[in-house]
């Protein structure tokens, strides 16, 4: 279901009353408005279809070799805070006679990064839907993240990475094929 705009700017006009402002003043008049449309935007993950992402974005081939895709962006919302985290996704996987359309794959990440998140709950959930939807051989995926909540504010370590991985099948049963995957996207563990 559709976020309900004129309910949630009431929200907003409140929240900005509580934090001392006056939403009556020029430059916050239309705020309300525009937070609730970003809001809706941002989470438009919840109600993103699965079929509409993947369909007719399988492809046939016989190739039992690692497919890999790099630097996938990712922007998300942290869950505690809703406050963003941003950076890189990096997906491996090896076909078991279906493979993804390149661009399929970054509306899957997609998908789930447009939802209130946890980078490790990201990782997992974007690797076994690959591993899931294509049958595949094993599944490899590695998120790198810069985190507002930590940047902006508490700790404030300004240029800290977080790095979260999640492998199936064979690369988790694998050594060497979690090594080549880790080699091929620039990470050595
Ligand atoms: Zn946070």
């Not at 309300?32 to 509409?52: C, M, N």
């Not at 390149?102 to 990782?123: C, I, P, W």
């Not at 690797?127 to 094993?138: L, P, R, Y």
């Not at 490899?140 to 404030?156: D, S």
């Amino acid at each position: 279901m559709e976020p309900n705009i004129a309910r949630i700017e009431p929200l907003v006009r409140q929240l900005l009353i509580e934090l001392g402002e006056d939403p009556d003043r020029e430059g916050l008049a239309k705020t309300p408005e525009r937070v609730a449309k970003s809001l809706a935007f941002l989470t438009h993950g919840y109600r993103t279809e699965l079929k509409t992402v993947i369909n007719d974005a399988l492809f046939t081939q016989d190739t039992g070799s690692m497919v890999i895709v790099k630097d996938i962006e990712v922007y998300s919302l942290c869950e505690h805070h809703l406050l963003p985290f941003y950076g890189r996704c990096h997906i491996g996987y090896i076909p078991d006679g279906k493979v993804f359309g390149v661009s399929k794959l970054a509306r899957l990440v997609d998908m789930y990064a447009r939802r209130l998140q946890l980078q490790e709950r990201l990782t997992e959930q974007i690797s076994e839907e690959i591993m899931h939807s294509i049958d595949a051989v094993g599944v490899g995926v590695m998120i790198e993240a810069q985190h507002l909540c930590m940047m902006m504010r508490g700790v404030e370590k300004q240029n800290s990475v977080m790095v979260t991985s999640s492998v199936l099948g064979v690369f988790r049963d694998q050594l060497a094929t979690r090594e080549e995957f880790l080699t091929l996207v620039g990470r050595r563990a």
